[in-house]
């Protein structure tokens, strides 16, 4: 965004959300906190598209960055078609994998816009290892956020963190006892986790419930999404998720996870499969 006043017969910089991200690319600047605390940079972009990387770090979780880099490409590739002054926020996201990358090295994202209609849009990506193996497709739905909740983006550019950080740092976590009703953890996400709006972004919020199902399940899922109910902002309130195992087979694995507030309300709900031959 331009903070200088405007000069009388002086064109302002185009406030679009394409031309913003453009800059971002231009300058090689960090879109939201995260991505500058998880060095998630964006490296392309144009109208309905756009590319990404994000380095993963040693003994952290895969299906969590990846969700990460996943919500951040298909925004992005929304984000890109809308008007002066609009801002999104992630309503579903659904990952299937098909493939484990290689710890420590790079995640490649390419996003697309598939379709846009009354305020909601659809899109899709392939995450790829440097090699440019698949590594997993992603599909995302996005709805335009109202005016109100608009003005609560922040205005502030954020900086790119002397080194990566891991999910696991993000959102720190413990695992309770299994009970009879299912497993809980409890998470207390960073201020680094949150998104342009302020809040903790859903990719990382995934993270947590997919965190849960891969403890009760025995198993990365497979395929993995989750719908987004609630905001959630950093602070001294806990996240808990609670997971059921709703089928646990030797060869197929269903788990269901709920994402809670300290007073019980509920943020999101996500669903996990894993098949083995």
Do not use: K
Not at 30 to 38: R, S
Not at 54 to 62: A, F, K, R, S
Not at 113 to 130: E, H, K, M
Not at 181 to 186: A, F, L, R, S
């Amino acid at each position: 965004m331009n903070d200088r006043p405007e000069r009388s017969g002086e064109p302002s910089e185009d406030p679009t959300p394409l031309a913003t991200l453009r800059r971002l690319v231009d300058e090689g600047s960090p879109l939201a906190p995260i991505h500058a605390a998880t060095h998630a940079r964006l490296t392309r972009v144009e109208r309905g598209c756009c590319e990404a990387r994000m380095p993963t770090t040693i003994g952290d979780g895969l299906l969590e960055s990846l969700l990460i880099l996943a919500d951040f490409v298909l925004g992005v590739s929304y984000s890109s078609s809308l008007r002066a002054g609009d801002r999104i926020v992630t309503v579903r996201l659904a990952v299937q994998l098909l493939g484990r990358p290689s710890s420590g090295e790079d995640l490649h994202a390419t996003g697309t816009l598939d379709n846009a209609s009354n305020g909601v849009g659809l899109s899709s990506a392939t995450i790829t290892d440097r090699d440019g193996r698949p590594l997993a497709r992603c599909v995302g739905r996005n709805a335009v956020l109202t005016d109100q909740l608009s003005d609560q983006y922040g205005r502030t550019a954020p900086r790119w963190a002397n080194r990566p950080s891991g999910w696991r740092l993000l959102m720190p976590h413990r695992g309770e006892d299994p009970t009879r009703d299912g497993t809980t953890m409890i998470a207390h996400p960073d201020p680094a986790c949150r998104n342009s709006a302020g809040v903790v972004q859903g990719g990382a919020l995934a993270g947590l419930a997919a965190r849960g199902l891969t403890h009760a399940l025995d198993v990365i899922p497979d395929d993995f999404a989750i719908s987004f109910v609630r905001s959630v902002r950093p602070g001294d309130h806990p996240v808990m998720c609670r997971v059921v195992v709703e089928h646990g087979g030797r060869r197929m694995r269903v788990g269901r996870a709920e994402l809670v507030d300290d007073r019980g309300r509920l943020l999101a709900t996500a669903q996990g499969t894993s098949f083995r031959h």
